[in-house]
């Protein structure tokens, strides 16, 4: 069995489910790692199962505290589903390289991933439910909540929104250059990092956009992962 | 049931598993899209059971044809289990921007995603495995493949390759500007779209690279989706 190396902080204990078994130092199960990679993105993939068929649903999601939440029509399949308390995993995942080696071998990848187990309840109280979909729309783009026209009672019944607490959680980190075997560093072939990452383009008006109204300073040089780079 | 409008083509007949129930005008069935999609991409979301337990994994993978692959190492416990031919669902997904509505309600995400489901099989011929490990380099990197290391056979081995042909699939859609209710649209609210992509940074060279090795020219200017749209 892979040991864990004994710096690293362990808020989110690791299972024989969660601990990462292969290249155990890309491994992590501290909150401020696994916090990060989940504030940074904004698409996650929730597993589930039907009928012994597993589904990767790509859907948005938002953390606050040890909950993580996604939301969706309440005609939706996988909420659905997930809302009867089914196993469902929920994966984020940041490309942030090609790592060239000099082989094809030890080519790689640099990413952050966090994956999550539990299972999902509903938030059926409908002010708990109000308040965390402000929590997402804030959470994007700070300041918008109070300009938005108020959600009716309506919209609310026909979103359904669940949450997930953050237990059995284990981050994977892959940064930096590639690791050659030693006698291929003297070969002529380029290596090194093709780092990529998520930009925003300029805002692009609605068309029915009317007249006078002006571009939020929320939208202004939007970076998708600035709130966690502010907060950490 | 929803319908699928007539002019959609239908070369991946869709399933009760794969049809786009809700928002169906969403759902595409077309072998265009769908490569169109895989090809823009370079990570996917593997989902698989194991003791009931749904994970979904992300890996790096490639297309030919109507067949998906992805790889790791040997012992790797994704592809372990994957490669005993359990039901997977590999799921793509694109995120190309905020949309942003009048209301809550309303605002979404514009995205482009596959869904595949299926069973991944061993690609266990080693001229097989070899050729496939060049198709995937040479997608990411045209010509690299000839400068590199060759493949030991030991490597090979320590190697595995599943491939999933591409049989029961969707691609679900969204583009464009949002749509707001028609009351909504007087409101003196910022709507629109913000563009998001993926784009690569200038490539950082390994510290430990052989003075004189130039930046190969298929990693100046680089474009992730280049490929996908060369073709499209």
Not at 70 to 97: Q, Y
Not at 116 to 145: C, H, I, M, Q, Y
Not at 193 to 207: G, H, T, Y
Request: hydrophobic letters at 40%.
């Amino acid at each position: 069995m892979a040991a864990i190396a004994p710096d690293k902080k362990l808020d989110f204990p690791p299972t024989e489910r969660t601990r990462v078994k292969r290249l155990h130092e890309r491994g992590h199960y501290d909150r401020e790692t696994v916090h990060a990679i989940l504030d940074a993105g904004l698409i996650c993939h929730v597993s589930y199962v039907i009928d012994g068929q597993p589904y990767a649903t790509p859907t948005s999601y938002w953390r606050e505290g040890d909950m993580l939440y996604w939301h969706g029509s309440s005609a939706s399949r996988m909420l659905e589903n997930v809302a009867t308390g089914i196993p469902v995993c929920v994966t984020v995942t940041h490309l942030d390289g090609l790592v060239l080696a000099r082989s094809g071998f030890h080519s790689s990848i640099n990413y952050r991933a966090v994956m999550a187990l539990g299972v999902a309840r509903l938030v059926s109280d409908e002010t708990a439910k109000l308040n965390t979909l402000r929590a997402f729309v804030e959470r994007l783009t700070p300041g918008r909540w109070a300009e938005l026209r108020p959600v009716t009672a309506r919209e609310l019944k026909a979103t359904t929104v669940v949450g997930m607490p953050l237990k059995e959680v284990s981050a994977k980190v892959r940064t930096g250059p590639p690791k050659d075997d030693a006698e291929d560093y003297a070969l002529d072939v380029w290596a090194g990092v093709l780092p990529l990452r998520q930009v925003a383009a300029p805002a692009i008006p609605d068309p029915k956009l009317k007249a006078g109204v002006a571009l939020p300073r929320y939208l202004q040089d939007y970076a998708l992962d600035r709130y966690a780079r502010a907060k950490g």
